[in-house]
Protein backbone atom coordinates (compact mmCIF):
# COMPACT_ATOMS: atom_id res chain seq x y z
CA UNK A 1 0.00 0.00 0.00
CA UNK A 2 1.48 3.32 -0.78
CA UNK A 3 1.24 6.19 1.43
CA UNK A 4 -0.87 9.12 1.57
CA UNK A 5 -0.86 11.97 4.03
CA UNK A 6 -1.80 15.56 4.60
CA UNK A 7 -1.33 18.51 6.32
CA UNK A 8 -3.96 20.79 6.42
CA UNK A 9 -3.99 24.14 7.77
CA UNK A 10 -6.27 26.80 8.02
CA UNK A 11 -5.39 29.34 6.55
CA UNK A 12 -6.74 31.75 9.46
CA UNK A 13 -3.33 32.97 10.53
CA UNK A 14 0.48 32.38 10.28
CA UNK A 15 2.04 29.23 10.29
CA UNK A 16 3.64 28.79 14.08
CA UNK A 17 6.48 26.30 14.92
CA UNK A 18 3.82 24.11 16.46
CA UNK A 19 1.68 23.40 12.47
CA UNK A 20 5.18 23.31 11.57
CA UNK A 21 6.41 20.24 13.20
CA UNK A 22 2.85 18.64 12.02
CA UNK A 23 3.91 19.65 8.74
CA UNK A 24 7.85 18.29 9.18
CA UNK A 25 6.59 14.92 10.68
CA UNK A 26 3.80 14.24 7.87
CA UNK A 27 6.66 15.13 5.02
CA UNK A 28 9.40 13.22 6.75
CA UNK A 29 6.70 9.99 6.99
CA UNK A 30 5.49 10.51 3.11
CA UNK A 31 9.55 10.67 2.08
CA UNK A 32 10.22 8.12 4.32
CA UNK A 33 7.46 5.87 2.83
CA UNK A 34 7.92 6.79 -0.54
CA UNK A 35 4.62 7.91 -0.41
CA UNK A 36 2.69 11.50 -1.31
CA UNK A 37 1.97 14.79 0.80
CA UNK A 38 -0.99 16.59 0.18
CA UNK A 39 -1.10 19.97 1.20
CA UNK A 40 -4.83 20.68 2.13
CA UNK A 41 -6.52 24.14 2.87
CA UNK A 42 -9.06 23.45 5.25
CA UNK A 43 -11.19 26.91 4.51
CA UNK A 44 -14.74 25.86 5.71
CA UNK A 45 -14.80 28.78 7.96
CA UNK A 46 -15.52 31.16 5.20
CA UNK A 47 -15.48 34.72 8.04
CA UNK A 48 -11.87 33.87 9.10
CA UNK A 49 -10.07 31.95 6.21
CA UNK A 50 -7.69 34.85 4.01
CA UNK A 51 -6.44 34.34 0.64
CA UNK A 52 -3.28 36.15 2.52
CA UNK A 53 -2.74 33.69 4.76
CA UNK A 54 -3.39 30.49 1.85
CA UNK A 55 -0.84 32.62 0.30
CA UNK A 56 1.61 32.82 3.46
CA UNK A 57 1.72 29.13 4.42
CA UNK A 58 2.22 28.19 0.95
CA UNK A 59 5.16 30.43 0.76
CA UNK A 60 6.57 29.55 4.31
CA UNK A 61 6.07 25.87 3.69
CA UNK A 62 8.55 26.52 0.88
CA UNK A 63 11.38 27.78 2.24
CA UNK A 64 10.89 25.44 5.07
CA UNK A 65 11.88 23.07 2.08
CA UNK A 66 8.37 21.23 2.55
CA UNK A 67 7.08 20.00 -1.15
CA UNK A 68 4.11 18.99 -1.27
CA UNK A 69 2.58 16.83 -4.40
CA UNK A 70 -0.85 17.15 -4.00
CA UNK A 71 -2.90 20.20 -2.95
CA UNK A 72 -6.17 20.68 -2.72
CA UNK A 73 -8.74 23.13 -0.90
CA UNK A 74 -11.96 22.22 1.05
CA UNK A 75 -14.08 25.73 0.01
CA UNK A 76 -13.93 23.54 -3.79
CA UNK A 77 -15.24 20.78 -2.81
CA UNK A 78 -18.72 21.69 -1.47
CA UNK A 79 -20.44 19.09 -3.82
CA UNK A 80 -18.79 16.47 -2.07
CA UNK A 81 -19.12 17.37 1.07
CA UNK A 82 -22.93 18.18 0.53
CA UNK A 83 -22.97 14.41 -1.10
CA UNK A 84 -21.58 12.81 2.30
CA UNK A 85 -24.13 15.00 4.45
CA UNK A 86 -26.98 13.38 2.36
CA UNK A 87 -25.69 9.77 2.90
CA UNK A 88 -25.29 10.47 6.77
CA UNK A 89 -29.09 12.23 6.62
CA UNK A 90 -30.47 9.42 4.65
CA UNK A 91 -28.98 6.67 7.06
CA UNK A 92 -30.45 9.06 10.24
CA UNK A 93 -27.14 9.86 11.09
CA UNK A 94 -27.17 13.73 10.16
CA UNK A 95 -30.15 15.15 12.30
CA UNK A 96 -31.67 18.58 12.36
CA UNK A 97 -31.49 20.31 15.86
CA UNK A 98 -33.35 23.82 16.36
CA UNK A 99 -31.56 25.16 20.17
CA UNK A 100 -30.19 28.71 20.09
CA UNK A 101 -26.86 29.04 21.35
CA UNK A 102 -28.45 30.81 24.48
CA UNK A 103 -30.34 27.55 25.19
CA UNK A 104 -27.81 24.91 24.74
CA UNK A 105 -26.16 26.88 27.31
CA UNK A 106 -28.75 27.54 29.53
CA UNK A 107 -29.28 23.60 29.65
CA UNK A 108 -25.30 22.70 30.31
CA UNK A 109 -25.43 24.69 33.36
CA UNK A 110 -28.33 23.59 34.45
CA UNK A 111 -26.35 19.90 33.67
CA UNK A 112 -23.44 20.82 35.58
CA UNK A 113 -25.65 22.06 38.18
CA UNK A 114 -27.15 18.95 38.77
CA UNK A 115 -23.88 17.04 38.77
CA UNK A 116 -24.22 15.85 35.23
CA UNK A 117 -21.69 16.01 32.04
CA UNK A 118 -22.56 18.32 30.01
CA UNK A 119 -23.37 16.42 27.19
CA UNK A 120 -26.16 17.26 24.85
CA UNK A 121 -29.14 15.67 25.92
CA UNK A 122 -30.49 14.61 21.98
CA UNK A 123 -33.62 16.45 22.14
CA UNK A 124 -33.82 17.23 18.71
CA UNK A 125 -34.49 13.87 18.33
CA UNK A 126 -37.77 13.63 19.66
CA UNK A 127 -39.08 16.32 17.67
CA UNK A 128 -41.77 14.97 15.12
CA UNK A 129 -42.45 16.29 12.02
CA UNK A 130 -45.14 19.10 12.82
CA UNK A 131 -42.42 20.61 16.05
CA UNK A 132 -40.05 21.02 13.11
CA UNK A 133 -41.97 22.80 10.83
CA UNK A 134 -43.35 25.33 13.65
CA UNK A 135 -39.79 25.72 14.59
CA UNK A 136 -39.23 26.43 10.72
CA UNK A 137 -41.95 28.45 10.31
CA UNK A 138 -41.07 30.28 13.01
CA UNK A 139 -38.06 31.28 11.47
CA UNK A 140 -35.85 29.01 13.52
CA UNK A 141 -33.01 26.99 10.77
CA UNK A 142 -31.28 23.78 11.74
CA UNK A 143 -28.04 22.95 12.73
CA UNK A 144 -27.22 19.68 11.77
CA UNK A 145 -25.79 16.81 14.62
CA UNK A 146 -24.20 13.45 13.88
CA UNK A 147 -25.28 10.57 15.57
CA UNK A 148 -22.53 9.32 17.72
CA UNK A 149 -23.06 5.38 18.41
CA UNK A 150 -22.24 5.88 21.88
CA UNK A 151 -19.91 3.32 22.25
CA UNK A 152 -16.17 2.68 22.89
CA UNK A 153 -13.98 3.39 19.58
CA UNK A 154 -10.59 2.25 19.64
CA UNK A 155 -7.80 2.48 17.67
CA UNK A 156 -4.21 1.59 17.38
CA UNK A 157 -2.10 4.99 17.46
CA UNK A 158 1.20 5.08 15.76
CA UNK A 159 2.19 6.95 18.64
CA UNK A 160 0.27 6.97 21.40
CA UNK A 161 -0.42 3.13 21.45
CA UNK A 162 -3.90 1.61 22.01
CA UNK A 163 -6.39 4.62 22.44
CA UNK A 164 -10.17 4.21 23.68
CA UNK A 165 -12.66 6.95 23.54
CA UNK A 166 -16.61 6.05 24.80
CA UNK A 167 -18.45 8.39 22.72
CA UNK A 168 -21.20 8.00 25.15
CA UNK A 169 -19.25 11.06 26.68
CA UNK A 170 -19.78 13.35 23.91
CA UNK A 171 -21.95 15.28 22.28
CA UNK A 172 -23.74 14.89 18.95
CA UNK A 173 -21.02 16.90 17.11
CA UNK A 174 -22.60 19.72 15.18
CA UNK A 175 -21.55 19.22 11.20
CA UNK A 176 -23.64 21.83 9.64
CA UNK A 177 -24.31 25.06 10.81
CA UNK A 178 -27.58 26.82 11.09
CA UNK A 179 -26.33 29.01 7.63
CA UNK A 180 -25.58 25.70 5.93
CA UNK A 181 -21.59 26.13 6.37
CA UNK A 182 -19.72 22.82 7.41
CA UNK A 183 -17.94 23.20 10.48
CA UNK A 184 -14.65 21.20 9.90
CA UNK A 185 -15.06 17.76 11.06
CA UNK A 186 -17.22 16.51 7.77
CA UNK A 187 -15.12 17.78 4.96
CA UNK A 188 -12.11 16.43 6.70
CA UNK A 189 -13.43 12.97 6.96
CA UNK A 190 -14.62 13.48 2.99
CA UNK A 191 -11.55 14.60 1.35
CA UNK A 192 -9.67 12.19 3.54
CA UNK A 193 -11.82 9.19 1.90
CA UNK A 194 -11.94 11.25 -1.70
CA UNK A 195 -7.87 11.26 -1.15
CA UNK A 196 -7.25 7.62 -0.01
CA UNK A 197 -5.43 9.46 2.96
CA UNK A 198 -3.61 6.27 4.71
CA UNK A 199 -1.82 8.07 7.83
CA UNK A 200 -3.82 10.69 9.55
CA UNK A 201 -0.46 12.56 11.62
CA UNK A 202 -1.67 15.30 13.62
CA UNK A 203 -1.23 17.16 17.42
CA UNK A 204 -2.80 15.68 19.95
CA UNK A 205 -5.38 18.41 20.65
CA UNK A 206 -7.22 16.24 17.90
CA UNK A 207 -7.62 13.08 20.06
CA UNK A 208 -11.55 13.38 20.54
CA UNK A 209 -12.23 14.57 16.79
CA UNK A 210 -10.55 11.33 15.56
CA UNK A 211 -12.71 9.17 17.63
CA UNK A 212 -15.73 11.31 16.14
CA UNK A 213 -14.13 11.27 12.70
CA UNK A 214 -13.63 7.27 12.41
CA UNK A 215 -17.84 6.68 13.15
CA UNK A 216 -17.52 9.34 10.09
CA UNK A 217 -15.54 7.52 8.02
CA UNK A 218 -17.31 3.88 9.14
CA UNK A 219 -20.90 5.52 8.40
CA UNK A 220 -19.25 6.93 4.60
CA UNK A 221 -17.03 4.62 3.57
CA UNK A 222 -18.09 1.23 6.03
CA UNK A 223 -16.50 -0.38 8.66
CA UNK A 224 -12.54 -0.67 9.20
CA UNK A 225 -12.03 1.98 6.64
CA UNK A 226 -10.58 4.73 8.58
CA UNK A 227 -7.15 5.51 7.90
CA UNK A 228 -4.16 5.14 10.64
CA UNK A 229 -3.87 7.55 12.82
CA UNK A 230 -0.73 9.30 14.56
CA UNK A 231 -0.95 11.79 17.38
CA UNK A 232 2.08 13.95 18.08
CA UNK A 233 2.29 15.37 21.52
CA UNK A 234 2.10 19.02 21.39
CA UNK A 235 5.47 21.40 21.47
CA UNK A 236 5.56 23.33 24.63
CA UNK A 237 7.50 25.93 25.65
CA UNK A 238 11.20 25.91 27.66
CA UNK A 239 9.80 26.34 30.83
CA UNK A 240 6.13 24.26 30.10
CA UNK A 241 4.24 26.72 29.24
CA UNK A 242 1.70 26.32 26.14
CA UNK A 243 3.25 27.77 23.52
CA UNK A 244 0.18 29.22 21.63
CA UNK A 245 0.63 32.13 24.53
CA UNK A 246 3.23 33.15 22.20
CA UNK A 247 2.30 32.59 18.80
CA UNK A 248 2.81 35.91 17.25
CA UNK A 249 6.53 35.49 17.82
CA UNK A 250 7.00 32.45 16.72
CA UNK A 251 5.31 32.32 13.74
CA UNK A 252 7.42 30.74 10.74
CA UNK A 253 7.24 34.03 8.52
CA UNK A 254 8.91 35.86 11.52
CA UNK A 255 11.61 33.43 12.21
CA UNK A 256 12.94 33.47 8.05
CA UNK A 257 12.76 37.44 8.16
CA UNK A 258 15.22 36.86 11.65
CA UNK A 259 17.41 35.22 9.11
CA UNK A 260 16.84 31.40 10.77
CA UNK A 261 18.12 29.02 7.90
CA UNK A 262 15.43 27.10 7.10
CA UNK A 263 17.26 23.66 7.57
CA UNK A 264 17.70 24.89 11.51
CA UNK A 265 14.34 25.13 12.17
CA UNK A 266 13.47 21.55 10.20
CA UNK A 267 16.20 19.92 12.34
CA UNK A 268 14.76 21.49 15.00
CA UNK A 269 11.24 20.58 14.29
CA UNK A 270 12.13 16.83 13.00
CA UNK A 271 13.85 15.87 16.43
CA UNK A 272 13.02 18.02 19.27
CA UNK A 273 10.28 15.11 21.15
CA UNK A 274 12.13 12.11 19.78
CA UNK A 275 14.47 9.69 21.28
CA UNK A 276 17.08 11.28 18.54
CA UNK A 277 19.56 14.13 19.85
CA UNK A 278 19.05 17.87 18.47
CA UNK A 279 21.22 18.17 15.72
CA UNK A 280 22.08 20.48 12.76
CA UNK A 281 21.36 18.87 9.64
CA UNK A 282 21.87 20.11 6.34
CA UNK A 283 19.54 18.70 3.92
CA UNK A 284 15.97 17.22 4.05
CA UNK A 285 17.15 13.90 3.02
CA UNK A 286 19.50 13.33 6.36
CA UNK A 287 16.08 14.07 7.99
CA UNK A 288 14.38 11.53 5.93
CA UNK A 289 17.08 9.18 6.76
CA UNK A 290 16.81 9.58 10.36
CA UNK A 291 13.12 9.58 10.55
CA UNK A 292 10.98 6.85 12.27
CA UNK A 293 7.79 7.77 13.91
CA UNK A 294 8.65 5.04 16.72
CA UNK A 295 11.54 7.43 17.67
CA UNK A 296 8.66 10.61 18.42
CA UNK A 297 8.14 10.61 22.11
CA UNK A 298 4.77 9.97 24.23
CA UNK A 299 5.97 13.40 26.51
CA UNK A 300 5.25 16.95 25.18
CA UNK A 301 8.11 18.14 23.14
CA UNK A 302 10.41 21.61 24.03
CA UNK A 303 10.80 24.55 21.69
CA UNK A 304 13.15 26.61 23.05
CA UNK A 305 14.26 29.97 20.92
CA UNK A 306 17.64 30.07 22.79
CA UNK A 307 18.47 26.34 21.57
CA UNK A 308 16.91 27.01 18.09
CA UNK A 309 18.94 29.60 17.22
CA UNK A 310 22.17 27.41 18.76
CA UNK A 311 21.30 25.05 16.50
CA UNK A 312 21.19 28.15 13.38
CA UNK A 313 25.06 28.50 14.45
CA UNK A 314 25.68 24.90 14.33
CA UNK A 315 23.92 24.69 10.97
CA UNK A 316 26.57 27.41 9.42
CA UNK A 317 29.31 26.01 10.65
CA UNK A 318 28.67 22.97 8.39
CA UNK A 319 27.84 24.49 5.59
CA UNK A 320 30.13 25.01 2.57
CA UNK A 321 31.14 28.37 0.48
CA UNK A 322 28.62 26.78 -2.27
CA UNK A 323 25.95 26.73 0.09
CA UNK A 324 25.67 30.55 0.92
CA UNK A 325 27.39 32.37 -1.90
CA UNK A 326 24.47 33.73 -3.38
CA UNK A 327 23.43 35.08 -0.23
CA UNK A 328 27.15 36.62 0.75
CA UNK A 329 26.98 38.06 -2.73
CA UNK A 330 23.54 40.04 -2.00
CA UNK A 331 24.99 40.80 1.30
CA UNK A 332 28.14 42.36 -0.91
CA UNK A 333 30.74 40.39 1.15
CA UNK A 334 32.48 37.37 -0.45
CA UNK A 335 34.97 34.89 -1.35
CA UNK A 336 35.48 31.45 0.14
CA UNK A 337 37.83 32.22 2.01
CA UNK A 338 35.94 34.74 3.84
CA UNK A 339 33.38 32.10 4.42
CA UNK A 340 35.79 29.77 5.89
CA UNK A 341 37.41 32.35 8.56
CA UNK A 342 34.31 33.57 9.54
CA UNK A 343 31.54 31.06 9.70
CA UNK A 344 32.35 29.26 12.98
CA UNK A 345 31.47 33.01 14.46
CA UNK A 346 27.99 33.47 13.37
CA UNK A 347 24.89 33.16 14.92
CA UNK A 348 22.81 34.23 11.38
CA UNK A 349 24.09 34.30 8.02
CA UNK A 350 23.53 38.06 8.39
CA UNK A 351 26.32 38.57 10.49
CA UNK A 352 28.68 38.56 7.67
CA UNK A 353 28.35 41.88 7.35
CA UNK A 354 29.55 42.76 10.92
CA UNK A 355 32.15 41.12 10.50
CA UNK A 356 33.70 41.89 6.73
CA UNK A 357 35.04 45.14 7.52
CA UNK A 358 37.72 43.00 9.66
CA UNK A 359 38.84 42.27 6.26
CA UNK A 360 37.93 45.11 3.92
CA UNK A 361 38.20 47.60 6.95
CA UNK A 362 37.36 49.97 8.26
CA UNK A 363 38.59 48.89 11.69
CA UNK A 364 39.57 51.22 14.66
CA UNK A 365 42.00 49.61 16.72
CA UNK A 366 41.90 49.16 20.41
CA UNK A 367 45.64 49.70 21.44
CA UNK A 368 46.14 49.50 25.30
CA UNK A 369 50.14 49.40 24.92
CA UNK A 370 51.46 51.41 22.62
CA UNK A 371 54.68 50.29 23.28
CA UNK A 372 53.72 46.61 22.98
CA UNK A 373 51.65 47.52 19.57
CA UNK A 374 54.67 48.91 17.94
CA UNK A 375 56.95 46.18 18.78
CA UNK A 376 54.59 44.04 16.88
CA UNK A 377 53.88 46.19 14.43
CA UNK A 378 57.92 45.92 13.97
CA UNK A 379 58.45 42.17 13.43
CA UNK A 380 54.99 41.64 10.75
CA UNK A 381 56.36 39.27 8.56
CA UNK A 382 56.89 40.54 4.95
CA UNK A 383 53.86 39.35 2.30
CA UNK A 384 52.78 37.13 0.93
CA UNK A 385 50.91 35.66 3.91
CA UNK A 386 49.39 32.32 4.49
CA UNK A 387 47.57 30.54 7.21
CA UNK A 388 51.36 29.89 8.73
CA UNK A 389 51.62 33.72 9.15
CA UNK A 390 50.30 34.12 12.34
CA UNK A 391 52.29 31.57 13.98
CA UNK A 392 55.46 33.24 12.79
CA UNK A 393 54.24 36.33 13.41
CA UNK A 394 53.27 35.64 16.88
CA UNK A 395 56.36 33.74 17.89
CA UNK A 396 58.34 37.18 16.55
CA UNK A 397 56.26 39.34 18.93
CA UNK A 398 56.89 36.55 21.93
CA UNK A 399 60.39 36.67 21.13
CA UNK A 400 60.70 40.37 20.82
CA UNK A 401 58.13 40.91 24.07
CA UNK A 402 58.91 38.37 26.18
CA UNK A 403 54.97 37.73 26.20
CA UNK A 404 52.85 34.70 25.84
CA UNK A 405 49.86 33.11 26.29
CA UNK A 406 46.71 35.62 26.98
CA UNK A 407 49.16 38.54 26.96
CA UNK A 408 50.49 38.28 24.24
CA UNK A 409 46.96 36.96 21.68
CA UNK A 410 44.74 39.77 23.44
CA UNK A 411 46.54 42.64 22.66
CA UNK A 412 46.85 41.80 19.12
CA UNK A 413 43.12 40.62 18.45
CA UNK A 414 42.04 44.09 19.88
CA UNK A 415 44.56 45.92 17.67
CA UNK A 416 43.67 44.07 14.54
CA UNK A 417 40.08 43.84 15.01
CA UNK A 418 39.16 46.29 17.55
CA UNK A 419 36.89 43.09 19.14
CA UNK A 420 37.16 41.38 22.39
CA UNK A 421 36.37 37.94 20.42
CA UNK A 422 36.09 37.20 16.93
CA UNK A 423 36.98 34.67 13.80
CA UNK A 424 40.71 33.14 14.29
CA UNK A 425 43.34 35.21 13.11
CA UNK A 426 45.60 32.97 11.50
CA UNK A 427 42.51 32.98 9.22
CA UNK A 428 41.78 36.64 9.35
CA UNK A 429 46.02 37.74 9.13
CA UNK A 430 45.81 36.80 5.41
CA UNK A 431 42.48 38.44 4.23
CA UNK A 432 43.56 41.68 6.04
CA UNK A 433 46.83 41.60 4.14
CA UNK A 434 49.43 43.57 5.65
CA UNK A 435 49.17 47.01 4.87
CA UNK A 436 45.87 47.00 6.70
CA UNK A 437 47.28 44.76 9.51
CA UNK A 438 50.30 47.69 10.02
CA UNK A 439 48.53 50.10 10.11
CA UNK A 440 46.05 48.68 12.59
CA UNK A 441 49.10 47.81 14.82
CA UNK A 442 50.17 51.50 14.71
CA UNK A 443 46.81 52.93 15.95
CA UNK A 444 44.86 53.35 12.20
CA UNK A 445 42.04 53.32 11.37
CA UNK A 446 42.45 50.96 8.50
N1 LIG B 1 -7.47 22.35 9.90
C1 LIG B 1 -7.29 21.49 11.02
C2 LIG B 1 -6.36 22.18 12.00
O1 LIG B 1 -5.61 23.04 11.59
C3 LIG B 1 -6.70 20.19 10.56
C4 LIG B 1 -6.69 19.14 11.58
C5 LIG B 1 -6.40 17.83 10.96
O2 LIG B 1 -5.22 17.55 10.69
O3 LIG B 1 -7.32 17.07 10.71
O4 LIG B 1 -6.41 21.90 13.18
Same mark, same amino acid.
Given at each position: ????????????? &???????????????????????????????? =??? !??????????????? @?????????????? !???????????????? &????????????????????????? %????? /???? =????? $???? /??? +????????????????? *??? +??????? =???? !???????????????????????????????????? %????????????????????????????????????????????????????? @???????????????? *??? /???? !???????????????? /????????????????????????????????????????? $?? %????????? *?????????????????????????????????????????????????????????????????????????????????????????? &??????
Amino acid at each position: MSTVVRFAPSPTG &LLHVGNARTAIVNYLFARKTGGQFLLRIDDTD =TER !SKQEYEDAIIDVLRW @LGIKHDLFARQSER !SPAHQAAADKLKAAGL &LYPCYETAMELDRRRQRQIASGKPP %VYDRA /ALKL =TAEER $EALE /ASG +RRAHWRFKLSQTKVKWT *DLI +RGEVEID =TAHL !SDPVLIREDGRFLYTLPSVVDDVDFNITHIIRGEDH %VTNTAVQIEIFEALAGKGKAPAFAHHPLLIGAGGEALSKRLGSLSLAMLRDDG @LEPMALASYLAKTGTS *DPI /AAFA !SMDELVAGFAMEKIAR /APAHFDPAELTNLNAKLLHLLPYTAVAPRLEAAGVGGEAFW $EA %VKANLTRIA *DVTTLWPLVVGPVTPVIEDAGFAAAAAAVLPPEPFDETSWGVFTKAVQAATGRKGKDLFHPLRLALTGLEHGPELKKLLPLMGRTRALAR &LNGETA
